[in-house]
């Protein structure tokens, strides 16, 4: 059961190209929004869409292909896990950010348009 306790899977779309960083040792780490998109009918019948954006972070080998292979407008399924951290913004306010951490990723597309 502790393996299903967090687990994240999402279908969207890129909102930008990823930001990558290289660090000492080899290590590689990607960022990038991810919108996914819901349609239900609303009280009137009328057919709403709604889109939630995600803030995912790729270590490795995913950061090498997101680095590689993904730009802006990209559709992707990922599986990952939710982490949040902390972090004192410029005016030396705390702030918190939840991310969802990549394990596995799958390419649907490579740009917009493509499927």
Not at 85 to 93: E, Q, V
Request: proline share 2%.
């Amino acid at each position: 059961m502790s393996t299903i306790c967090n687990n994240v899977q999402l279908i969207g779309n890129l909102g930008k190209d990823p930001e990558v960083k290289d660090f000492e040792g080899g290590k590689k780490l990607a960022k990038v929004s991810l919108a996914t998109k819901e349609f239900y009918k609303n009280d009137k019948g009328e057919k709403v869409s709604d889109t939630q954006w995600h803030n995912i972070v790729a270590w490795g080998r995913n950061a090498e292909v997101m680095e590689r292979y993904l730009k802006k407008g990209a559709e992707v399924a990922i599986l990952g896990k939710l982490v949040t951290r902390n972090y004192l913004d410029k005016d030396g306010s705390k702030r918190y950010i939840t991310e969802v951490q990549i394990s596995e990723l799958h390419l649907l597309s490579s740009k917009p348009g493509d499927k």
